[in-house]
DNA sequence: CATGAATGAGCATTCATTCAT
DNA sequence: CATGAATGAATGCTCATTCAT
C-alpha cells in the first residue's frame, strides 16, 4: 500500500496551481474593474471594458461574476474590508474629537492613495467628466458617515445636524482627495492638515451659531 | 426657371418661421435632454431617449448637435451663463469674504433647488448609487473655484493653499446640497447657514497654521 | 401660385419608392423567415438566420418585428388570411359532407404546394429532423378543425367524437402532404384523391362502431 | 517501476466500479435528457441542460456523446429497440390485417402514454406551439413505417400506395396520441379504437377506388 | 432643413467544446 | 476517465449615425 511522494506532490501542486490560477483571474478582473471604474465610472463602464483590461476571454467574466453590478459590489466590500479596521482603531484610540478626525482623514487618505497607485494607466475618455465614486470610496463614504454620526450622538463632536456634519466632511474629504491625487506623489500630510483642520473649524463654527 | 409669388411668400415667411422653428427645436432638443440627463445620468442616456423626449425626427437631432456630448456641453454653457451673473454680483458687492461667501451659497443653493424642481423625479434605480452630476452643476463648479480663488489672489480670503480652498467649498456645497435636496421643500436658508458657516470657520482653521 | 408637375412627381415618386422599399423589405424578412421556420423549425431558427436570408442588415430586423415570435405570427395571420376564404366558400357551397372534404383537402393541398414553391432552397441542416409545423399550416389547422366540427355539428358527418375526427383529418392531410410535396411537381390531385377517400372511409368506419 | 498492491487492487476492484460507474453515467445523461428534451424540445434543450440534470460534470458528457444530436439518437435508437419487438410479435401473430392494425396501434398507444408518464410536464411555453416529437417517438414511427409498407407488400393489405398509407396511418396516430394524451388518465382503448377503425376505413375506402 | 429607415458596430450573455489537472 | 475553468463564437438586441427622399 504505497502512495508516492509524487503522486501527493502532484495532486496538492495541481490543485494549488488551479486555485492560484482562479484566485488570480479573479484579482485579475478585479483590478482591471477598479481601474475602468475609475476612468469611466459605473454608469459609463461596460463589462466588456473591463474583460479587455484582463488577458482574459470575454466568457471567462461569467465565471466569477454574474454582471458588472455585481463586480462593483465585491470592489466595494473589499475596500471596506480594508478601511473598516483603521477607521474603527481611530475611533477607539481617539483620545479627543480632533484626534479622531485628524486619525480617519488621514487613514482615508492613505487609503486612496494605495488605490490611486494600484489603478494603472487611463484609458481613453469618453464623454465629459463627469464625478463618479469608485465602490471603494462609496464604501469608506458610510463607514466615515457611522463615525461622525457615533462623535456627534456621543456628544464628542459640537452638536450640529449630523447628517450635514457628515456630508461636509466627505464632500470636503473627496474633492481635497482629488486634488491631493492630483500632486505627484500625493503629499498626504499635507492634504491631511489641511482637511482635518478645515473640518474642525468648519463644524465648530457651525456649531456656535 | 419661375420663381412664384407662393415661393417667395413662403421664403419670406419661411425664413421667419424657420429661424423661429430652429430656435424652437434646438431649445426642444436642452429642454429634454435637461430631463433625461438628470433621470438616467449622463451615460445612462441615450440620443434616443433625447429626441424621443421632442416631437423631432432622430435625424434632426444632428442638424442641432454632434452628439450627446456637445448637448451636455450646451447645457452647461447654460447654465454657467445663467449662473454667473448672479455670483459676479455676489464678488462687487460683497463687503467682506464672509459676505461673499454667504451670498455665493446661497445663490448656489437657489440654483440648484431651481434645477432640482424643473428636472422631474429620476426614473429607477440604476445599479448602485453613483453621484454624476447635471451639466449645469459642473459648470457652476467652475464659477465657484474661480470665485474663490479669486478672493484668496485679492487676499480678500485668508492665505490658504486656493486650489484645496475650492475644491473644499466646494465638496461641501456639494454634498451638503444633496442632503437640502433630500427635504421637501428644501430649506434654502438653513443649507446655507451651515454651509457658509462651515467654510468661513474651515478656511480660518485652515489659514491659522 | 405654381407647382411644378416635377414637384409632385418627385414628391410621389420619392414617397412611393420609400413605402415600395418598406414593403419589399417587410417582404423579404416574411419570405425569408418562411424558409427558415420551415428548414429549421421555430425553435431551431434564429433571428439572426432570418436576416442572413435577406440582404438587410441585422438592425434592420427589429425596424418591421420586434421578436422572431412576432414574424412568427405575421406568417401565420397571413396563412390564415389567404387560407380562410376558400376554406369557407368549400364550406358554404358543399352540397354534402363528401363534397365539403374533396373541396377542402384539394384546397388544403393547393395552398401547401403554393407556400412549398416559394419557399426556396434549403439551408443546411441543423440537428436531427424534428417536426415542427410552419405558421401557415397552423393556421390551417385551426380552420379546418372549425370546419370539422362544424360539419359534424351541424350532423353532416357521421357522429364520431369531434376531436378525433378533426385531430385523425389533420394528421393524414400533414403526413400526406409532406409525402405530396416530395414529388416534383407535386401531385396535387392525387394527393387529395387518396386523402378524402381516406378520411371519409375513416370516420364512416369510425361511426359504424 | 513498481506495481503496489494497492495499484493492482484498486485497478480490480476500480475497473469493476469503474465498468458499472461507465454505465450508470451514460444512463445518467440519457435520464436527463429524455426529460430535458421532452420539456424544452430538441433545439430548445442545451448540453448544459442536460448535464445540469446529472451530477457530471461538464466535460464528462464529451466522454459518452459526441453532441446533444448523438444522445438524440441514442434515445431514438432505445425508443425502437424497446418498440420493435412488441410491433414484430405483432405482425407475427396477426391473423389479418385488421388485428395488426389493433395490435400495432395499442402497442403504439401504451407505449407513448408511458413515454408521456416519465416524461414529466412540460415547463414553460416557449413561444407559439410547435409540433416538436421526441426522439422516442421518431424511432417508433420508422418502424410503423416498415410494418404498413411490409403489410401492402405482402398483400395483406389493400393495394394502395404505401408511402401514402404509411404517412396517412402515422398522421392519424400521431395527432390523436395528442388528444388522447390531453385526457387524464389516458384511455389507451377508446383511442386504439378509433384510430384503428380509423385506419381500416380509409384503407378500404382509398383502395376501392 | 426635416424625416425616419438602413446600417453595422457594440453590448450582455450563453453555450458547446477543449484541455490542463 | 472525471473534472470544471477557459475559451470565443454566436445570439438577441440597442444605438449612434448617415443619407435618400
Do not use: W
Not at 87 to 110: G, P, Q, S
Amino acid at each position: 500500500m504505497t502512495v508516492s511522494a509524487t503522486d501527493i506532490v502532484e495532486s496538492e501542486a495541481g490543485e494549488g496551481r488551479r486555485e492560484k490560477s482562479k484566485a488570480a483571474n479573479r484579482q485579475a478582473i478585479l483590478t482591471a474593474a477598479r481601474r475602468v471604474f475609475s476612468q469611466l465610472g459605473y454608469d459609463g463602464a461596460t463589462v466588456r471594458d473591463i474583460i479587455r483590461g484582463t488577458e482574459l476571454a470575454s466568457g471567462t467574466f461569467y465565471n466569477y461574476f454574474k454582471s458588472k453590478e455585481e463586480v462593483f459590489e465585491a470592489l466595494a466590500d473589499d475596500g471596506a474590508r480594508r478601511f473598516r479596521p483603521v477607521l474603527r482603531a481611530a475611533r477607539e484610540n481617539a483620545t479627543c474629537f480632533e484626534d479622531y478626525i485628524y486619525t480617519a482623514v488621514h487613514a482615508y487618505f492613505t487609503f486612496l492613495a494605495e488605490e490611486h497607485q494600484s489603478g494603472g494607466h487611463p484609458l481613453k475618455d469618453r464623454g465629459p467628466h463627469v464625478r463618479s465614486s469608485t465602490p471603494e470610496m462609496l464604501a469608506v463614504y458610510e463607514e466615515v458617515r457611522d463615525g461622525v454620526a457615533e462623535a456627534i450622538a456621543k456628544g464628542v463632536a459640537p452638536k450640529v445636524d449630523p447628517d450635514y456634519l457628515a456630508a461636509a466632511s466627505i464632500g470636503v474629504a473627496q474633492e481635497a482627495g482629488e486634488v491631493m491625487l492630483r500632486q505627484t506623489p500625493p503629499d498626504i500630510d499635507a492634504a491631511t492638515r489641511f482637511v482635518a483642520d478645515f473640518i474642525l473649524g468648519g463644524v465648530q463654527k457651525a456649531a456656535s451659531r
